[in-house]
Every structure is written in structure tokens, then in C-alpha cells.
């Protein structure tokens, strides 16, 4: 099953039941919002979750492409990316957490094929503050799926203060050998749904009080789905990275780890550029940068001949694309090439400035602000040349 068609089944199945589809925002969240990016398909929503009443209705789905930052030492395994799309469903003080998960169960494996016996949920035990989520218990009690108590696990919030709840996910085994053991204990879990009951809201001294309204909050990640779906081992072997996994390899040999690695930077790098983000010093700019630089650092450490302008326009147009955007081709490549050439130059003159007898020997915080603030050297690169 191709990503478009698990799009597809996900919205008219939602459709239905009562949904409306709403139009997936850029990855530049709301103006108020503090987050850089939008991590997930809430964020523009948050107004509608804390009470305001959406045009729409009480009941949406859509795609949403995200952005997380968080996961960026965990790219390059089998299951994150630092750009994918989240396919999500909300209940605006509508219906309940049962109600959700029934759904999210029967679409698994009635409209999407998924073997019953593949699953496992994790639900929230319950803590200092809140009671186990008996509801979820019991709806998959009552479901046959096996299903295992956690705490932190399964407890959701919008950073240190905002709306939050319980939630309970849905995990597909992806081991070559019958399930065996529990999401917490066996990493071939892998988690695909999370249903989150977002009831309260967290104040800054911690304390909890009610939502204006009780509501669901879903998503599911979909390349991630897709590639368990169509029987891979890894995200970056699903039909999404098809084009970059044909035309990668050939151009530029890389370790396994490195090859994922660049794919997913610079992938996530063209969405951001399509979504109107440049390379800066600060804030999303930052970021961008920083993706970029991460590549080029893994295409130079056996050759640093290899060239970013050699990326085939395919693989740009085909992102473009399949993210919807109207960016053209060329505008990317130039910004792509114009960040190679900058971050050379400083690459330069970072090796000559730690050359001077001042930098040979071990390296203090004011060492690193001083290469910072007058050279424009950030930490991790000077940690960086002084491996080299």
C-alpha cells in the first residue's frame, strides 16, 4: 500500500465517521505559537483545542508535515526523520477516548490490513497527579490486545505548561520472529498511533485544571506507517525515499548510517526551503544551517571534492511535489550550493585560526565564546576541526 493510497483510506475513513479535512499548514507555525516549528499536527490547532469553536466543526482530519529538532541524533536509525508528515484526527470536545481508539483499531486492521495479532497499546498507569486511564484499559481488554501500564510513558503535554492528558499508543511488531514481550521492553515495537485524551491544562506552578473542553488529539506518522506497512526494515526504505534511495548511492558512497543520514537532512532541507525558511545565524535559519552543514560534514569525510550541485533534479522536484510546494528547483539548488561555498570558507578559516599556538592545547567555555563571537565558529564545529 503506496503512501497516497494510506492517505486516502486515513481521510475517507475519518470522512465517514463525521470528519472534516482541513488544510494542513507549512512547517512555520502560527504567529504566537513559540515553538520554531510545527512538531505535529495540533500545533494549529491549538486555539480550537482550548475552547474556540473551529469553522469546521468538532470533528477534523488531515495531513500535516512536521518538523522535530529533538530526534536529530536518532536519524539515521530505522524509524525517525526530521521531516515527515503526521496524519492526524481530533475530536473537539466531542466524542471520547474509546471511541477514538475503536476507530484507530478497526481502520488498522479492517481498512488497512494490519494483522491483529501485530499489535500492542501502551496506556497510562497513572501517577501522582492522575488515576490509570481505566477507559483505554479496557477498551483494549475488551479488543484483545495485549496492553501494558506506563507512567511518563504515556502522559502528553505541550512543553511545561499548556493543554495535556493521558494518551494511549498503538505499537506494530516489526520483528522477523512471532511478538514477543512489551513496547517498553523490546525496541521492535515500533509506535505508530498515539491517541491522547488532552483534558488538562498544566500552569506553571505544575498544577493541573480541566480543559473548557474534554478533547482527542491523534496522530500517526505516516512514513513510518507506510514502511511497516509495505514489509521494510527501515523509514528510509518505504516508497517515500524511493527516488533518493535509486539516486543517492550512486553518486556519492557512503556508510550506511552517513547515507540515511544525508538523505533525510537534505530532504528535510528542500521542504524547508520550500516553505519560504533561509539559512540564518538564529532561529529556523539556524536550523537549516545546521542540517546542511551535517551533510556536507558526512560527503567530505572521505571526500571533500563532492559537491552539492550534483544533487539530480529529480530528487528536488520530486520533494517539491510530493510536499506541495511551488518553490522551484533552481531557487533551492542555488541556496543549497550558496551554503556550501559559506560554510568552505569558514571551514578554512576555522583550521587557521586553531592553528595559532594559542588553541593547541585543551579548549575552555571562554575559548569557545571567544571562537564564536569573534570568529563565528560555533562549538560543534571546533570540536569538529580539532578531530580532524
Known sequence: MHTEQIVRTFVEYFEERGHRRITGSTLLPPPGDPVLFTTSGMHPLTPYLEGRPHPLGRRLVNV????????????????????FEMLGTWSLGDYEGPRSLDWGYRLLTEGLGVDPGLLHATVHGGDDRTGPDVESLRVWQDLGVPVELTEDDNWWSNGPVGP??????????????????????????????????????????????????RNIDTGLGLERLASLLQGKSSVFEGDAFEPWRRLVPPLWTLDGRSLRLVQDHLRSAVVMIGDGVRPANTGRGYVLRRLVRRVL????????SRELCDLPGELLLHTLDRFRQETEPGDVRRLLVEEERRFRGLLERGRRVLARPRF??????????YLHDTHGLPRELVVSLREE
Request: hydrophobic content about 30%; glycine content about 6%; overall charge negative.
Open 164 to 213: 495535556c492528558g493521558p494518551d494511549s499508543e498503538i505499537f506494530l511488531w516489526s520483528g522477523d520472529t512471532p511478538p514477543r514481550s512489551t513496547p517498553t521492553r523490546d525496541d521492535r515495537w515500533v509506535e505508530v498511533w498515539n491517541h491522547v485524551m488532552m483534558r488538562h491544562r498544566r500552569l506553571e506552578d505544575g498544577s493541573l485544571v480541566p480543559l473548557p473542553q
Open 360 to 369: 593547541q592545547g585543551p579548549l575552555h567555555d571562554d575559548d569557545f565564546l
Open 297 to 304: 560534514t558526512a560527503l567530505w569525510r572521505d571526500d571533500p
Open 64 to 83: 500535516q508535515r512536521c518538523l522535530r529538532t529533538t530526534d536529530l541524533d536518532e536519524v539515521g536509525d530505522d524509524t525517525h526523520l526530521t521531516v
